[in-house]
Every structure is written in structure tokens, then in C-alpha cells.
């Protein structure tokens, strides 16, 4: 069931209209109901339901048996409050802290080899066979990978180590665990929810509400433009030229801006559709994206794109391996024998190196991300060695705080991560080198004058759709960057008049139906 | 106190670190500063940060930083 | 609180309307061009009845000059025909039919029957967007659709045509409101001519049995008119190509004995109805023009005389003023193709 399915939009009205019509009560369990079977429907083999319920069950036990060591715990240290000696304590909470540890280890290990294997096995037996004759090639493996495992598999991890590490308890009732990893809406696609977010609204009774139903509906509404208008037109003009090498040179760059507005469509339209029916049924959501393409360098963007995945490989990977014994002494040593300036920068560049290159191979098996992943980390670590020097000429020529400035940062950071983004596009890493190459070594400026876009599958109409959308976008996310907000909640008439002309511009221009194959959402493969 | 100061305001010059108290919330420092801090902290008090420490509530300001350093002196 | 719900209600009125002012300028007119768009719909507007009932593919409503008919015998005949006819979709056409109207004869054209399963979408649409909403439409869609085709499509045609916004034409908006007719009772005139050319041999077919969900709707089809006294006169139009393979025409010769219904193939009959294929098709003998539908209007009326009690109604004064005035329609079409064809 796609989101942009008319069985989708069938089976979220009939949820909607139970969900608040139903005992409060009976809405959580409503809500798993209706993600396993919305699991069920994307195979209904049931084989992806065996996937995830696997994962909760353990996660789910490893959770439980971390609550009962925290509850043992107290209940010794409180009863034996007087006896004990502050050594005594401290080497009992070790001992029951080492307990956690190896039940933490194991759940990890265990969903971690579920993703990795499901993922990643062909991927490492199409590396191994080119360094093996054709005679002993390893035979690929036809491999079920579920529908959205990497998010689920993540937003668990991150559930079983903040039990772990004390941030929340874990979930007593395994239906509700269920529930959390499963909620149909961010199965998907994410966003890659933490429990401690979600908790306070999933389980709670929900009485219905207008501000709920029409801000979801609105961001529903959006999320479809995005999608429907603009993200599966232009699908058509950037599969045309990605797939032929004949497009070089500037239609390179054309490429890459299509497939960056493409992408940011796509993206954070199923995020808000995500987040609307989210809303419609009353749970707040973490929002994935801040305004991605406003950001004035790399690192910025990374704090505004795809957000929910950001901070998890922040917290649960840079973090711990950050702050790891060896880490720690790698960085003493280092600072010891390379002086303080690159001393203190050798730690800290080797934990984001490991980060970004799980990144890539997260986005997917194959080289193609992982060079990805590295192209950011390389980007992140040049701008940050270059601090001084932008300082330095931000002394000297006082143009940071000038609009035009700003401006130029903006469509540089653009160019930059569109640029990086190739990687998502060519067959592999050397085609990717080559055809980015192209485009500075292969200018042909005509072609955005004698007719050579509108051979690209879509027509002169699309165009205008497609520039008329850009603009709707464009000014939507200006006034929300200016200041904070779209709507002034107060004016609902008006609010309600753009939602009802949202929808008619959806129904006559977005591209599904005849003539157009009803595309996935691209973050869907990962 | 006056050490970790001395330490944050090596990274940061511009910053009030006597006063300021939003520096996870507006981004003043990042992931990034946050890891040399703990690495310097870990040299100047002998402490290790863990990893569920590294929360906002507890990098927001110098105050609440040295808090927690006293806090995981004592506990060791 | 209750300003705001009266608000949001009329603001969802003129949704509503909007989409229905969308939805009907971006729907095909076929005014102009592909006509054949317009048959199913433009029966409705008859105010009187018909003895015989055409229903089938366009071997029937560009082979049977229902002028003619009236004209030399008097007869009240429509046709409601439509491109690619499958067999249920004569079959619900029928039911929709015989909703408004009871006919004394039913005439069904079996090529149809050689396909057993849904084939084109637009041909579908063609056949279906025009019928008025009942149980014989729901059903038609669920018996027709293919594979990619989603019902809703057919409830909100919006859907389906929303991509035409880009090829909206003169006609979509001159026809927002009204449609001109574009057949007499059903039959799509052709005035020019292009000679029968050589046909490609027959393919030999691995199984000639005719599909059981296209006979099954035959059955339908003989027993509803079985249940409403109407005759069913099954027919295979004198042209060749489609080519009719001996073999189909052996079942349905057996089919009309079995169950007492009237077949005729006029394949063979060309000589006898006087068809000459070198005038009288337009598209090189795969459907006959004007002087074509003529000459087996004449052949077919006096048949349908001949043998059913069919009233000469031009005697009566009020279907003698109203086709009157389908005759006057008739005789300027003609003048008009024809004026056309030498400019």
C-alpha cells in the first residue's frame, strides 16, 4: 500500500473514523491493529510480520529483564543502606550495571545481525566474487528484506539502549512495545522516533479535535503536493537523464538540481503525510526536516535534514565511541605526540568517520552509498579545518551578516550536498566521478535554449507546473524560515479556503493515474 | 570551574560561558565540541562523561557541565 | 463555534463544486474527433420509444442506417453501439436499455464474443463514462475493467482525465454545458470511400472455442430478453475483417439452434444484399460507408418486417414530426460530409 494509493487513502479514513468512534480505551490497540495489518498487506506472505514481532519479542524481553535488574538493584542497595560500605556500592552497581550491559549487547547483536544479514549478505557475496575466478563464484541469495526494517530495526535500537542507559523504563506490556516499533504511519520511511517522544501521546486516550484533524490534514494536503505534483513529474526527467551517459556535461547539472528538488519533494512530503496522520490521530510526532535547503553549510543542513536520523547516529554511535576508553586514550596520546591543534581533532575525526561511512551503508548495500557517506564526512572535515581561514576573512571583509552573503552560502551548501547526492543516482562509483566530471569539463549552455529539456520526458506543461510549484514551495518555506510559523492559527478561514485549494490543485495536476506509474516513495528502499 | 572554563572558552572565544545557558538548544556548540570536551574534561578531572550523560539538560551551560563532573567525581 | 461550522460546510459546498466544474471541463467531449465517445451517453436524450434495439460493436452503428430504416419502412430503430463492444458490456447496455424502453427486437453482432477478456481501457471508458449511474453501470465497470483500472476512476472521472488539463481545446469549453448530436439513433455516417483492399490470411488459432465469460454473457443476454418477450436476433455484419473464423460461426450457429434464437451470418450474403466493397466502405472493407449501411439497411429492414410485427410508425403524426426532423439532420450531415470531401 503505497501512501499515494487509493487503497491507502481507503484505509486511513476507515482507521480515522473507528480510531474516534471506538472505546478511548481500545484506540492504542485500534492503532497496532491496523499497522500489522498495513504490515501485512506490503506482504502477505505474513514473512514481514515474523520479521517484526521477532525484533519486539526480543526487545521487548531484553527491556523487562533490564527493569527487573534495575528494580533488584534498588531494592538491595535500599535495604542494605546501613551495611554497605561506599566501595561495596560502587562495586555492586558495576556488577549489575556489567549485567545490563550483556543484556544490552545481546538484543543488539541479535537485531543488528537481522538487519545486517537480511541487507547486507549479497552485498558482501557480490565483493567477494570479484576477487574470486568465475569458476567459484558464490551464488547470490534470494534474501526477503522487510519493508522498512532499517527504520524499525534503528527506532528499537533506540528504544532497548535508553532502557540501558536509565532515560526511560522499559515498556511492561508487549503490545504496546508493539505498537511503538510498528505504528504504521513512520514504518516506512521514518521518522526514527525515540519511545521517550512518543510515549507521552501513543498510548494516551484521544478525544477528537479540530486543531488535530485540519493542521494534519493540511500537512497531509502538502505532503501530497509535494509528492504527487512535483516529485513524481520530474521523476520522469531525471530517470530519463541518469539512466543514458550520452546526458554529460551541463545536463549533468540539470540532473542534480532536478533530482535535489526531486528528492526534497519526495522526502519530506512522505514525512509530512507521516506527520499529519500522525496528528489526525492525535500523537506528535519528532519533525524530520527544518527547512533542509536554508541551511548556510553542511553541517547545518545535516542538523536540518533528515533529522530523526542525525541525532540517532549522533547519540548512539559518535557519542559512545567518542567517549570510549580507547577513544579517550587515543585522543591523550595523540595530543601528547601531535600537538594540541591536530591532537584534538584526531578522536573526534575517526568516531565521525565510522559514523558516516554506517550512513552510507544504512542508506543501502552498496558502494555507491558508502562513498557517499565519505564524500560528507571528507566535506564536513574540510570546512571545519578551514574555520580559521573563513574567520579570518570574515575579519578582514565584513559581509557575514549581508543578505546577498547569506544567499551565497545557501545555494553553495545546495550545490554542494546535490552534488554529493550523484552518488544516489549512477550505476556505480566510477560513473558517478565520471559524469559529475563532465559537468565542469563539458559545458553546453545551449541546451537550456534550444529545446533540449523538453525531450526529457516531460513537456513544456510539466515546466510550468513544475516552476509554479517551485514557487509555491519556495514562498511557503520563506515566510516558515522568517518566522516560524505558515499560519496564523487564528484565521482559519483563510487557512481552510488554501487547504481546499491545496486539494483541487492535487486532483488536476498531480501526476498519478493514466500515463504515470504510481511511484514509491524513494526513501522507502532504505 | 575556572579550568572548564578555561577549556570551553578555547573552543568558543566569542562565548560568555559564565552566563550563557542555552548552548546545546542554540547550537552554539555541537557534536562535534562536545567530544573535545569530554576529552579535555576526562584530562583536566579524571572523569569520564558517559554516553547517556551527553544530554542537552546537562551541556546547556558551564554550570550544569561542572555539576555533572562534581556529580561523577563523587560516584567515583 | 457554530459560525465556524457553517463556514467550514460551505467552504466544502464549493469544493464540491469546483471539483464538479473540473471534472466536466476535463472530461473528453468527443464532438469533434473521436465521436464515437459520445454514443452511449446521447440515447438518453430519445423521448421516444424503438421497436428494434441495436447492440454491439462498431460493426453494428456503422453498418445500419437507422434513417434508412425509418425511411423506407418505417421502422423505429436505435443503436446502441460503442468501439470494441465486449460482450458484457452489451449485456449491461441491454439491461440499461430495457430499463427505459421495451423493444420488440433485440439485435446482438457476435464478433464481440471472440474476446472472453477485458481489452482496452480507453476503449472501456468509451463504452462506459456515458451510461447513467444504476446497478447495470456498477457492474459493466466491474465486468470491464483491466488490470490497472481502479473503480473509483470510473465514480470520479476527474481522476482519469485530471492530465488533460494541458490538451484542453475550444470544443472542452464550448461543450461545458450542451453536446450536439453526433449519430442518427446510433449510427455514425461515413460518406467517403476507400476501396476493400487484399486482407491478411486468417492465423490459424490454437483453440477456437469461443471464452465461456463472453458466452455466459450471451446467456444473460437470451435470457433477459426471454424474460421481457423480446426477440434476440443474433447477426455477423457482411464484413470480412475482423476475419470470422468458420469455426466461431459453427457455435453460434449451434448456440441459436439450441436456444430457438434467429442467426444470420452475412458474410456470404454480400451479393445478395448488393454491398460492393469497392464503394461502398471507407476504410478499405473493415466497415461500410453511407451507401454500405444503405443497402443492408434496406436488406435488414425488409428481413425485420418480414418476419416481427413491427408497427410502420410514419403514419403516426408524432414520430413523423420527430424523425422528421432526425431526417432533415440526416440529409444536412450528408450534404455537409460530402461538401467536405470536395473542399
Known amino acids: 500500500m503505497l501512501f499515494t494509493s487509493a487503497k491507502f487513502i481507503a484505509f486511513l479514513i476507515a482507521l480515522v473514523f473507528l480510531y474516534y468512534l471506538v472505546p478511548k480505551k481500545a484506540q492504542w490497540p485500534l492503532l497496532l491493529i491496523g499497522s500489522y495489518a498495513f504490515y501485512y498487506f506490503a506482504d502477505t506472505s505474513g514473512m514481514y510480520l515474523i520479521f517484526i514481532i521477532t525484533t519486539t519479542i526480543s526487545a521487548y524481553f531484553a527491556g523487562i529483564m533490564m527493569n527487573k535488574v534495575n528494580d533488584k538493584s534498588s531494592a538491595y542497595l535500599k535495604a542494605n543502606k546501613e551495611t554497605l560500605s561506599k566501595e561495596d556500592k560502587k562495586a555492586y552497581k558495576a556488577k549489575m550495571k556489567s549485567k545490563k550491559w550483556a543484556i544490552l549487547l545481546v538484543c543488539l547483536i541479535f537485531n543488528i545481525g537481522i538487519l545486517s544479514v537480511t541487507k547486507y549478505t549479497n552485498f558482501v557475496i557480490n565483493n567477494i566474487n570479484?576477487?574470486?575466478?568465475?569458476?567459484?563464484?558464490?551464488?547470490?541469495?534470494?534474501?526477503?528484506?522487510?519493508?522498512?526494517?532499517?527504520?524499525?530495526?534503528?527506532?528499537?535500537?533506540?528504544?532497548?539502549?535508553?532502557?540501558?542507559?536509565?532515560?526511560?523504563?522499559?515498556?511492561?506490556?508487549?503490545?504496546?512495545?508493539?505498537?511503538?516499533?510498528?505504528?504504521?504511519?513512520?514504518?516506512?520511511?521514518?521518522?526514527?522516533?525515540?519511545?521517550?517522544?512518543?510515549?507521552?501521546?501513543?498510548?494516551?486516550?484521544?478525544?477528537?479535535?479540530?486543531?488535530?484533524?485540519?493542521?494534519?490534514?493540511?500537512?497531509?494536503?502538502?505532503?501530497?503536493?509535494?509528492?504527487?505534483?512535483?516529485?513524481?513529474?520530474?521523476?520522469?526527467?531525471?530517470?530519463?537523464?541518469i539512466s543514458d551517459t550520452a546526458y554529460s556535461g551541463t545536463y549533468v547539472f540539470v540532473a542534480m538540481l532536478f533530482y535535489a528538488f526531486e528528492l526534497y519533494c519526495d522526502f519530506t512530503g512522505g514525512i509530512d503525510i507521516t506527520i499529519g496522520i500522525a496528528r489526525i490521530l492525535g500523537i506528535t510526532l519528532k519533525e524530520n526536516f527544518n527547512l533542509p535547503y536554508f541551511s548556510k553549510n553542511i553541517k547545518e543542513y545535516w542538523n536540518r535534514w533528515h533529522i530523526t536520523m542525525g541525532t540517532w547516529f549522533t547519540d548512539y554511535i559518535f557519542y559512545p565511541i567518542s567517549v570510549s576508553g580507547p577513544m579517550l586514550k587515543l585522543s591523550k596520546w595523540s595530543r601528547e605526540h601531535l600537538g594540541q591543534n591536530i591532537g584534538k581533532r584526531v578522536s573526534v575525526y575517526l568516531s565521525s568517520l565510522i559514523v558516516w561511512f554506517t550512513t552510507g551503508l544504512w542508506h543501502g548495500a552498496a558502494w555507491n552509498f558508502i562513498v557517499w557517506g565519505l564524500m560528507n564526512f571528507v566535506v564536513i572535515m574540510i570546512s571545519q579545518e578551514l574555520e580559521p581561514l573563513y574567520a579570518k576573512f570574515h575579519g578582514k571583509f565584513k559581509v557575514k551578516d549581508k543578505a546577498w552573503y547569506g544567499v551565497f552560502e545557501i545555494v553553495r551548501t545546495i550545490f554542494l550536498m546535490s552534488m554529493i547526492r550523484m552518488f544516489d543516482c549512477y550505476r556505480d562509483v566510477p560513473l558517478t566521478f565520471k559524469m559529475v566530471g563532465t559537468m565542469f569539463t563539458r559545458v553546453n549552455l545551449k541546451i537550456f535554449v534550444d529545446g533540449s529539456l523538453l525531450n526529457l520526458g516531460i513537456t513544456k506543461a510539466d515546466y510550468i507546473i513544475l516552476v509554479v510549484a517551485f514557487i509555491i514551495i519556495l514562498s511557503v518555506s520563506t515566510i516558515k524560515y522568517n518566522r516560524g510559523f505558515v499560519f496564523n492559527k487564528d484565521k482559519y478561514l483563510l487557512r481552510y479556503s488554501l487547504l481546499a485549494v491545496l486539494f483541487v490543485l492535487i486532483i488536476v495536476f498531480g501526476a498519478y493515474g493514466v500515463g504515470y506509474d504510481s511511484t514509491q516513495f524513494i526513501y522507502n528502499q532504505f | 570551574m575556572d579550568a572548564l572554563i578555561e577549556i570551553l572558552t578555547n573552543l568558543h572565544p566569542e562565548v560568555d560561558f559564565d552566563t550563557c545557558e542555552t548552548l546545546v538548544d542554540d547550537k552554539i556548540i555541537d557534536s562535534f565540541d562536545i567530544v573535545s570536551i569530554i576529552s579535555e574534561v576526562n584530562e583536566e578531572y579524571d572523569v569520564v562523561i558517559p554516553a547517556e550523560e551527553i544530554i542537552p539538560e546537562n551541556f546547556n551551560s558551564a554550570k550544569a557541565l561542572y555539576a555533572l563532573i562534581k556529580k561523577l567525581e563523587d560516584e567515583e | 463555534m457554530k459560525k465556524r461550522i457553517i463556514v467550514v460546510a460551505s467552504l466544502v459546498l464549493i469544493l464540491c463544486l469546483v471539483l464538479a466544474a473540473a471534472q466536466r471541463l476535463l472530461m473528453p467531449k468527443y464532438q469533434d474527433d473521436v465521436i464515437e465517445g459520445s454514443m452511449i451517453e446521447e440515447y438518453y436524450d430519445e423521448e421516444l420509444n424503438h421497436e428494434v434495439v441495436f447492440i454491439g460493436d462498431c460493426e453494428v452503428y456503422e453498418n445500419f442506417s437507422t434513417m434508412k430504416l425509418w425511411e423506407e419502412y418505417g421502422i423505429t430503430s436505435y443503436i446502441r453501439g460503442s468501439s470494441q463492444q465486449l460482450a458484457w458490456q452489451s449485456y449491461y447496455l441491454l439491461e440499461d436499455t430495457l430499463k427505459h424502453e421495451t423493444p420488440k427486437v433485440v439485435v446482438f453482432n457476435v464478433l464481440s464474443l471472440k474476446y472472453n477478456e477485458p481489452q482496452k481501457e480507453a476503449y472501456n471508458r468509451m463504452s462506459i463514462d456515458g451510461m447513467k449511474w444504476s446497478m447495470s453501470k456498477v457492474n459493466n465497470i466491474k465486468a470491464s475493467m483491466t488490470e490497472d483500472e481502479h473503480f473509483l476512476d470510473y465514480v470520479f472521472p476527474i481522476l482519469r482525465y485530471h492530465s488533460r488539463w494541458s490538451e484542453l481545446e475550444k470544443q472542452d469549453f464550448e461543450h461545458f454545458f450542451t453536446k450536439d448530436k453526433v449519430t442518427h439513433n446510433g449510427y455514425y455516417m461515413r460518406v467517403d470511400v476507400r476501396?476493400?483492399?487484399?486482407?491478411?490470411?486468417?492465423?490459424?488459432?490454437?483453440?477456437?472455442?469461443?471464452?465461456?465469460?463472453?458466452?455466459?454473457?450471451?446467456?444473460?443476454?437470451?435470457?433477459?430478453?426471454?424474460?421481457?418477450?423480446?426477440?434476440?436476433?443474433?447477426?455477423?455484419?457482411?464484413?470480412?475483417?475482423?476475419?470470422?473464423?468458420?469455426?466461431?460461426?459453427?457455435?453460434?450457429?449451434?448456440?441459436?439452434?439450441?436456444?430457438?434464437?434467429?442467426?444470420?451470418?452475412?458474410?456470404?450474403l454480400q451479393d445478395e444484399i448488393g454491398l460492393d466493397m469497392s464503394v461502398d466502405t471507407y476504410d478499405a472493407g473493415l466497415h461500410l460507408n453511407l451507401s454500405g449501411a444503405e443497402k443492408l439497411s434496406l436488406y435488414f429492414g425488409k428481413f425485420l418486417v418480414d418476419n416481427y410485427q413491427l408497427t410502420d410508425y410514419r403514419k403516426n403524426e408524432t414520430y413523423a414530426k420527430v424523425y422528421g426532423e432526425k431526417l432533415d439532420y440526416y440529409y444536412k450531415m450528408i450534404e455537409e460530409q460530402k461538401a467536405e470531401l470536395e473542399g
Request: hydrophobic share 40%.
Open chain 3, 195 to 268: 476501396p476493400q483492399g487484399p486482407f491478411p490470411d486468417p492465423m490459424p488459432l490454437d483453440d477456437y472455442t469461443l471464452g465461456s465469460n463472453a458466452m455466459s454473457y450471451l446467456d444473460k443476454m437470451t435470457a433477459l430478453c426471454e424474460e421481457k418477450g423480446i426477440e434476440l436476433v443474433l447477426i455477423k455484419a457482411p464484413t470480412e475483417f475482423p476475419y470470422w473464423y468458420p469455426e466461431w460461426d459453427e457455435q453460434i450457429v449451434k448456440y441459436a439452434e439450441d436456444h430457438g434464437l434467429t442467426y444470420i451470418n452475412m458474410i456470404p
Open chain 1, 130 to 241: 570479484t576477487f574470486l575466478s568465475d569458476a567459484s563464484k558464490l551464488q547470490p541469495i534470494a534474501m526477503i528484506v522487510p519493508m522498512g526494517i532499517s527504520f524499525y530495526t534503528f527506532q528499537t535500537c533506540g528504544y532497548i539502549i535508553d532502557v540501558y542507559r536509565g532515560k526511560h523504563d522499559a515498556q511492561r506490556n508487549p503490545f504496546k512495545l508493539a505498537l511503538f516499533v510498528s505504528f504504521f504511519p513512520q514504518l516506512v520511511q521514518g521518522p526514527i522516533s525515540r519511545y521517550s517522544d512518543m510515549e507521552a501521546s501513543l498510548y494516551k486516550e484521544h478525544k477528537l479535535n479540530e486543531s488535530d484533524i485540519s493542521e494534519g490534514l493540511t500537512r497531509i494536503l502538502w505532503g501530497y503536493f509535494k509528492k504527487l505534483v512535483v516529485a513524481d513529474r520530474i521523476i520522469t526527467a531525471v530517470t530519463t537523464l
